[in-house]
């Protein structure tokens, strides 16, 4: 499968709502149209719109995959898409190591907000001249 391929893929993802054999059940809009100006029960679930997962991104994630079983079963290493290495999702994140470093990170974050601030407000001096809170 070539670019012309992964492009055709995911116009006929876009389309159908199916990459072969699998289909996804948010797919029944096209993407021109907005399930959004509907009733609230055929908007796509809000799990998806936390994740940002459209039928767009799932289709060009799965066309993605399927491109990259058959470029490994002729031996070819995996190539960027849109900018970025193929990856799978492991339990709904597609970059596990990076929601892990950024959630560490976030934690060091607070650990250094934390540690700033509880010493400010609880044991350093207060002035005489001003009132304590």
């Known amino acids: 499968m070539n670019v012309l391929n ?13 990459v072969g054999e699998r289909c996804f059940p948010h797919c029944k809009f096209p993407s021109d149209e907005g399930a959004t100006n509907g009733p609230w029960y055929i908007q796509e679930p809000l799990y998806l719109k ?10 060009r994630y799965n066309c993605m995959i399927v491109r990259e079983i058959e470029r490994g079963a ?14 799978r999702r492991v339990f709904g994140i597609q970059e596990p190591a990076s929601v892990t470093f950024s959630v560490l990170n976030l934690a ?7 540690s700033f601030f509880i010493p400010l407000y609880y044991n350093l001096p207060v002035k005489q001249d001003k009132k304590a809170c």
Do not use: I, N
């Open 50 to 59: 936390w994740k940002q997962w459209d039928c767009q991104s799932d289709c």
């Open 74 to 87: 002729l031996g070819d290493g995996p190539v960027k898409y849109h900018g970025k290495w193929p990856f």
């Open 6 to 18: 992964f492009r055709a893929c995911v116009a006929q993802c876009e389309k159908t709502g199916c």
């Open 108 to 114: 060091m974050h607070f650990h250094g907000w934390l």
